[in-house]
């Protein structure tokens, strides 16, 4: 069974970058894809971007597209995610999340990390 740890969070300034990093434990890392999602205080966990085996890559278009970039190494069993230009609205617990299938629903991810906190400040 696959284990995820988040790491990278922080506070920043609004314009900023960050870049959140998820190593993977047990389990075959080039068999799952791999999400992140958010949690800001009070709203639901929100898809932010995913990637499959081989590199393909889908974002949450509305709210990050453009400034946010996932990447794996799957020799390293890593998923990164860049963030620039961030945004107050960016603000929230960042999880990575490892699904056998292809989703980019929280429904379709079976495990998750315990998450790293994002603040961007104003």
């Known amino acids: 069974q696959v284990q995820l740890a988040e790491s990278g969070g922080g506070l920043v300034q609004v314009g900023g970058s960050l870049t959140l990093s998820c190593v993977a434990s047990g389990g075959t890392f080039s068999d799952y894809a791999m999400g992140w999602f958010r949690q800001a205080p009070g709203k639901e966990r929100e898809f932010v971007a995913a990637?499959?085996?081989?590199?393909?890559?889908?974002y949450n278009v509305d709210s990050v597209k453009g400034r946010f970039t996932i990447s794996r190494n799957n020799a390293k069993n890593t998923v990164n995610l860049q963030m620039d230009n961030l945004k107050p609205d960016d603000t929230g617990v960042y999880y990575c999340?490892?699904?056998?299938?292809?989703?980019?629903?929280?429904?379709?991810?079976?495990?998750w990390g315990q998450g790293t906190l994002v603040t961007v400040s104003s």
């Open positions: 999340a490892a699904a056998g299938l292809w989703s980019v629903e929280v429904q379709g991810y079976h495990t």
């Open positions: 990637i499959r085996w081989n590199g393909a890559t889908e």
